[in-house]
């Protein structure tokens, strides 16, 4: 075996472009989480409407969406929109761009089934003290909906974090990205991607016992 552990002190002037690449995978996937949620709480409002094209415009979104690589999604809109509008996206915001829309469509489906668990009788009893549909899905179920559903989109912001490693094929500079230019620079296979497996797990681990640790706050607080 070739690999010791000179071969990782050899990575220590590649510190910083590691550290970028944790600062952008973040980046990515803070926007990426943020955007979805807004995009997929309106995707999920559309899916419980009870107007049929609305319904439609939802589930062609969620169908096309999760049946077609983050990868694909990703090409497409960093190479199409030079092409179709004359807009060209740097490769960071092609990526968030991707991640977002992307990930909207398996938030609507979280936020969906949360809004679901909800007692219905909490629906009636809200329309019948006489507040409309939209105040009790604003004030009285949305609320409970979202306390339901915190884990859940947790893990899915855990997920998103992996999968910004996709993004490199646009030459959005996460880690995978940087990994791979530290390969080029010191002439390294092994070392520099043992390093990008321990970042994806500290960030990953530690993120999924924080979730765990709110978790168990709210079953208490139940």
């Known amino acids: 075996m070739n690999l010791s552990i000179e071969n990782f002190l050899a990575l220590q002037e590649f510190i910083p472009m590691f550290l970028q690449g944790i600062k952008n995978t973040l980046l990515l996937s803070i926007i990426g989480i943020f955007f979805g949620i807004i995009l997929g709480m309106i995707l999920s409002l559309f899916r419980l409407s009870r107007f049929r094209i609305l319904r439609g415009i939802s589930l062609i979104y969620l169908e096309f969406f999760r049946c077609t690589p983050l990868m694909v999604q990703a090409f497409f809109i960093f190479f199409a929109p030079p092409e179709l509008f004359g807009i060209k996206f740097s490769p960071f915001y092609a990526g968030a761009i991707a991640m977002s829309l992307n990930s909207a469509a398996y938030v609507s489906e979280i936020i969906r089934s949360g809004i679901n668990s909800v007692d219905k009788g909490q629906m009636e009893a809200s329309r019948s003290l006489g507040l409309s549909y939209g105040k009790t899905m604003r004030y009285v179920i949305i609320p409970q909906a979202v306390k339901n559903i915190l884990p859940t989109l ?5 997920a998103i974090i992996k999968e910004t490693s996709t993004l490199t094929v646009i030459g959005a500079a996460e880690v ?6 530290v ?5 390294q296979t092994t070392a520099p991607i043992i390093v990008a497996m321990v970042i994806y797990f500290v960030i990953t681990f530690t993120l999924s016992r924080v979730i765990a640790y709110f978790e168990r706050r709210m079953k208490v607080s139940d």
């Open 183 to 187: 390969k080029a620079s010191s002439f």
């Open 154 to 158: 947790g893990n899915e912001f855990v």
């Open 176 to 181: 995978m990205y940087t990994t791979d230019r």
